[in-house]
Nanobody
Framework: QVQLVESGGGLVQPGGSLRLSCVASGSIFSTMGWYRQAPGKQRVLVADVTTAGTSNYADSVKGRFTISRDIAKNTLWLQMNSLQPEDTAVYYC???????????WGKGTLVTVSS
């Protein structure tokens, strides 16, 4: 059974940092990444990374967020620096199962940026 469990969300002041983690289990995954959904808005891609290490970022987070992963441990991280109120959202981890390309999602972790 595939499971993705996120952690690391919380309340942070503008300009602060947080590090999100996602531990995946139950299969082997190719691309893994993070989406976010702000209140009243659609879920959008934040960043993803392939098994080859190629990463992709939304323009809004380039230069501030860094995605990384440990393939052997099926663990994904998102280092978020210089956080701004517009980064407030529920952040979801996702993973693409290698053998059939199905997407799996975690339940999300809330990040609130506020003074």
């Amino acid at each position: 059974q595939v499971q993705l469990v996120e952690s690391g969300g919380g309340l942070v002041q503008p300009g602060g940092s947080l590090r999100l983690s996602c531990v995946a289990s139950g299969s082997i995954f190719s691309t893994m990444g993070w989406y976010r959904q702000a209140p009243g808005k659609q879920r959008v891609l934040v960043a993803d990374v392939t098994t080859a290490g190629t990463s992709n970022y939304a323009d809004s987070v380039k230069g501030r967020f860094t995605i990384s992963r440990d393939i052997a441990k099926n663990t994904l991280w998102l280092q978020m620096n210089s956080l701004q109120p517009e980064d407030t959202a529920v952040y979801y981890c996702y993973a693409v199962r290698w053998r059939d390309g199905l997407n799996y999602w975690g339940k999300g972790t809330l990040v609130t940026v506020s003074s």
